[in-house]
Nanobody, 123 residues
Framework: QVQLIESGGGLVQAGGSLRLSCAAS????????IGWFRQAPGKEREFVMA????????YYTDSVKGRFTISRDNTRNTVYLQMNSLKPEDTAVYYC????????????????WGQGTQVTVSS
């Protein structure tokens, strides 16, 4: 069992930065692939980035390439999403999710989800 808690969301102007954190409980956290997803009002939840269990591989959606980075610290059971050059279209609730296995950019394969943190980017 893994419990996830996101933090770090807020209101920022376009071009600004935020760092989201995903803190996890559970002794097997280091075994999980962690993904970040986001959901804007009226839209489907979509994949943003993911990192595998030992940080040897990261994955991203094209819209955040060069702007967002993902990292994890297994000693702290925490995954970070650094978001730079934010745009109004990045506005959404951001969720972290965990799955025991390889990366996926689909929602269904992830077994555990946090409650989400709101990111609002003003123009």
């Amino acid at each position: 069992q893994v419990q996830l808690i996101e933090s770090g969301g807020g209101l920022v102007q376009a071009g600004g930065s935020l760092r989201l954190s995903c803190a996890a409980s559970g002794r097997t956290f280091s075994s999980y692939t962690i993904g970040w997803f986001r959901q804007a009002p009226g839209k489907e939840r979509e994949f943003v980035m993911a990192v595998n269990w030992d940080s040897s591989r990261t994955y991203y959606t094209d819209s955040v390439k060069g702007r967002f980075t993902i990292s994890r610290d297994n000693t702290r059971n925490t995954v970070y999403l650094q978001m730079n050059s934010l745009k109004p279209e990045d506005t959404a609730v951001y969720y972290c999710a965990a799955r025991y296995g390889t990366y996926s950019d689909f929602v269904k394969p992830y077994d555990y989800w946090g409650q989400g943190t709101q990111v609002t980017v003003s123009s």
